[in-house]
Nanobody, 122 residues
């Protein structure tokens, strides 16, 4: 079974950047639709960015132009480059694989990693 471990989180000031990595094991990551999701305390898990098996990328409106999803097949790792970070980006970020024919919806994804905390103070 495909498993994920996220890394690269941390605390960054507004306007700063982080790059999250999602290391996959157990299978080839690119066999699946891959998604980055985030969840703040008391809130629903929401899609940040997804990439299909054909390489098509999707972003929620609030991160368009700031975040970039990519996959390094040689490393079997997905990345989320996050620029111009803002306090509203504060959340635990998870990567997962698609299980259902739903895009940019947490209900369509699973096999979540343990998550990486991203904190952007006010």
């Amino acid at each position: 079974q495909l498993q994920f471990v996220e890394s690269g989180g941390g605390l960054v000031q507004p306007g700063g950047s982080l790059r999250l990595a999602c290391a996959a094991s157990g299978n080839t990551l690119n066999y699946y639709h891959i998604g980055w999701f985030r969840q703040a305390p008391g809130k629903e898990r929401e899609a940040v960015s997804c990439i299909s098996t054909s390489g098509t990328t999707y972003y929620r409106n609030s991160v368009k132009g700031r975040f970039t999803i990519s996959i390094d097949n040689a490393k079997n790792t997905a990345y989320l480059q996050m620029n111009s970070l803002q306090p509203e980006d504060t959340a635990v970020y998870y990567c997962g694989r698609g299980y259902r024919s739903e895009n940019m919806r947490a209900s369509g994804f699973g096999s979540w990693g343990p998550g990486a905390q991203v904190t952007v103070p006010q």
